[in-house]
């Protein structure tokens, strides 16, 4: 493996190219909407950057915890997840498709949970093996029941919980 140098910084230190290359790559990954995630990204707590080769390769952050959406997902798992009490939600972690399997994900993931003490929650889909297996080995634990996936009709989705 090559150098695994992590840059996590907080939204309004990216400039705007940052921040769209980030957008893109997220969006590329195929797992959330476009519609929102800038906004989104604006309010993540950290925004973690592995660059390569003068592209981004890797990202991933520590989005806020919006009440709203915990008490959506608090509702579909069936588990009473308190948003007063979480400091954030884990995700938005993709590596460019010529970078996988180079354990960027890993580090990234890695360097981005030290940076922030506190209740963090996740979700993850059933047929995302990679992420399942970094949450999992960073301390978070599945609770409550699998739902359906809107964006995926074919995949159930997980509520993941890291104390």
Same mark, same amino acid.
């Given at each position: 493996m090559s150098d695994q140098t992590v840059r996590i910084v907080k939204p309004q230190e990216l400039n705007d190219a940052e921040l769209e290359s980030v957008q893109a790559l997220i969006v590329e990954g195929g797992e959330v909407r476009a519609a929102s995630l800038r906004d989104n990204l604006k309010f993540s707590r950290f925004i973690a950057l592995?660059?390569?080769e003068g592209q981004l390769a890797c990202v991933g952050a520590i989005k806020e915890a919006r009440p709203g959406y915990i008490q959506t997902i608090s509702r579909k798992s069936g588990y009473a997840l308190d948003a007063e009490n979480c400091v954030g939600e884990f995700g938005y972690v993709v590596t460019k498709a010529a970078f996988r399997k180079q354990g960027l994900a890993i580090a990234l993931? &890695?360097?981005?949970?030290?940076?922030? $003490?506190?209740? &963090?929650?996740?979700?993850?889909?059933? $047929?995302?093996?990679g992420i399942r297996k970094i949450v999992r080995e960073n301390g978070f634990t599945a609770v409550g029941k699998k739902w359906r996936s809107w964006e995926h009709p074919n995949s159930s989705v997980m509520l993941w919980l890291k104390r």
């Amino acid at each position: 493996m090559s150098d695994q140098t992590v840059r996590i910084v907080k939204p309004q230190e990216l400039n705007d190219a940052e921040l769209e290359s980030v957008q893109a790559l997220i969006v590329e990954g195929g797992e959330v909407r476009a519609a929102s995630l800038r906004d989104n990204l604006k309010f993540s707590r950290f925004i973690a950057l592995i660059v390569r080769e003068g592209q981004l390769a890797c990202v991933g952050a520590i989005k806020e915890a919006r009440p709203g959406y915990i008490q959506t997902i608090s509702r579909k798992s069936g588990y009473a997840l308190d948003a007063e009490n979480c400091v954030g939600e884990f995700g938005y972690v993709v590596t460019k498709a010529a970078f996988r399997k180079q354990g960027l994900a890993i580090a990234l993931s &890695l360097a981005l949970l030290k940076s922030l $003490d506190g209740t &963090l929650y996740a979700t993850t889909r059933d $047929d995302n093996p990679g992420i399942r297996k970094i949450v999992r080995e960073n301390g978070f634990t599945a609770v409550g029941k699998k739902w359906r996936s809107w964006e995926h009709p074919n995949s159930s989705v997980m509520l993941w919980l890291k104390r």
